[in-house]
């Protein structure tokens, strides 16, 4: 905690002292892309090449990553309160943030609780539409790693158990800046598959193509941020066969990030307004993506207003 006392308090969260590696690093990627345009050609003329960018979707990206570095903080503030009381109060007992095994328990115990809420956003469809967002590019680029969602009130809930179980509420931020930190390098086509036992702990640019895949042996596959050992414990891993096609299973037809944030909250509005049961209503919600009451389809009612992946 000393340490993080010596710096300024805006560069205290690793991800913003990693925007500018970000950038330089897009940048690069950006350029390449362009060089190597002809030489990455799908041979589908309606398909983006491999690490291909159109300027329109990675601005629309960038714009969603900078407003979510303030609505992220905002909700860190929040959490910072409810945090600090569960610590104080609740916590059995109170780890040291000076004890190297308190960082493993802060990394780990974040990125297993990550992996819960990254599978449970893909399920439950009410979380869904706060992180369809992030899927909704036909890109695969270090842009798409910016394009983040604005609520984070999901994962501030996850965190709970972490600052319960005694770990100091500024380490779990740390921690997951940390995670996101991570999960950026690996949304690229231009890095292959890596060396066997990395692939087999890690989260690679590999293995995230597959969980950007709207291809149907990819849906809701490889939800792990820094380990893809969770996928493998829990049933959940898919190995790259093929170039995934990337985006969701119905495409967006907007660069309004504002749209794009917001567009699945006001099919679920119009879902429910349109059932008249209330555990239809309540699937509508809390479903998963796409669900739809039994025998609707064969009784002539209209499918979901957006059937997302």
Known sequence: MEFLDLLPPQMRDPVLFAVPFFLLLLIIEWTAARKLEHLSSSGDPGRPGP??????????????????????????????????????YLAPWQLSATQWYTWVIAIVGVDLLFYAYHRTAHRVRLIWATHQAHHSSQY???????????????????????????????????????????????????????????????????????????????????????LIIWDRLFGTFQSELFRPHYGLTKPVDTFNIWKLQTREYAAIGRDVRAARRIRDKLGYIFGPPGWLPAGAARAGDQPPAYVPR
């Open 51 to 88: 690490g291909a960018h159109l300027a329109r979707d990675s601005w629309a990206s960038i714009s969603m990553g900078l407003v979510s570095i303030f609505t992220m903080g905002a909700w860190k503030f929040l959490a910072l309160l409810g945090y600090a009381a569960i610590y104080a």
């Open 140 to 226: 695969f680029n270090f842009a798409t790693a910016l394009r983040q969602k604005w609520n984070n009130s999901g994962e501030i809930l996850m965190w709970i158990p972490l600052p319960l179980l005694g770990v100091p509420p500024w380490m779990v931020f740390v921690s997951f800046s940390i995670s996101l930190v991570y999960q950026f390098w690996i949304h690229t086509e231009r890095i292959g598959k890596l060396w066997r036992p990395i692939e087999f702990v890690f989260n690679t640019p590999s293995h995230h193509r597959v969980h950007h895949g709207m291809d149907q042996q990819y849906l809701d596959k490889n939800y792990g941020g820094i």
